[in-house]
């Protein structure tokens, strides 16, 4: 079956602007994930949805980040004002419950590339 | 605090010698641990995890782990490197499967 799938893969943004970014999980999957990977680094949690509801959003760096899950399914990842900070590769993952030994299935990430 | 350090950046092994990759953790309960491979342009692919019981956990593409509690330890073994096994791998750390704390990762390159 299709995995979990990132729109855009490549985003390229001016300091300063705003920028959406959509993630689909597998179908039937209850829990879904956002991860930063910043060059050389390993994935950086950032926030955890169970269904509609962040469950964990101990990860977003600031107000400027925002995400939002408001069917269950599609998840957004919402950044205002844009700094080169922000530039990195920002995974998404999504797992059956997100509980017990469940496993977390990643995309192949949206690369932000902030100038 | 959770954390995961894996202190080999970069490995070069031959095809066909054995591998071991080192992941060290640092976590206040029983952890759940997890090994993933990323190579160019892909998601991240889970090669096997640890929950309880077995410390030597079997993975995908011939991988294992052996957890080793009083070492800290999750060291990821393959007996014999094949070219494809190029790529880039990262050791992590959670609970309840949910937020999962990754190392920095260590770079694998096989020469032929």
């Known amino acids: 079956g299709a995995g979990v799938s990132q729109t855009p893969s490549n985003k390229v943004t001016e300091k300063g602007k705003y920028v959406e970014l959509r993630c689909d999980p597998i179908?039937?999957?209850?829990?879904l994930y956002w991860y930063r990977q910043s060059l050389g680094q390993g994935p950086e949690f950032l926030i955890y949805?169970?269904?509609?509801?962040?469950?964990?959003d101990s990860g977003l760096p600031n107000d400027r980040f925002f995400a939002v899950r408001p069917e269950g399914s599609v998840s957004t990842l919402k950044i205002q004002r844009t700094e080169r900070g922000d530039s990195a590769v920002y995974l998404c993952?999504?797992?059956?419950?997100?509980?017990?030994?469940?496993?977390?299935?990643f995309g192949p990430g949206t690369r932000l590339t902030v100038l | 605090a959770q954390s995961v350090t894996q202190p080999d950046i970069h490995i070069t092994v031959s095809e066909g010698a054995s591998l071991e990759l080192r992941c060290n953790y640092s976590y206040g309960a029983t952890p759940y641990l997890f090994w993933y491979v990323q190579s160019p342009g892909q998601g991240l692919q889970l090669l096997l995890k640890y929950f309880s019981g077995d410390t030597l956990v079997q993975g995908i593409k011939g991988f294992e782990a052996e957890f080793k509690r009083s070492q800290s330890s999750f060291n990821l073994r393959k007996p014999s490197v094949h070219w494809s096994d190029a790529a880039e791998y990262f050791c992590a750390v959670g609970r309840t499967a949910s937020k999962l704390t990754f190392g920095t990762g260590t770079r694998l390159q096989v020469t032929l």
């Open positions: 179908s039937g999957h209850t829990a």
């Open positions: 993952a999504s797992s059956l419950t997100g509980t017990g030994s469940d496993t977390q299935y």
């Open positions: 949805f169970q269904g509609t509801g962040a469950a964990d």
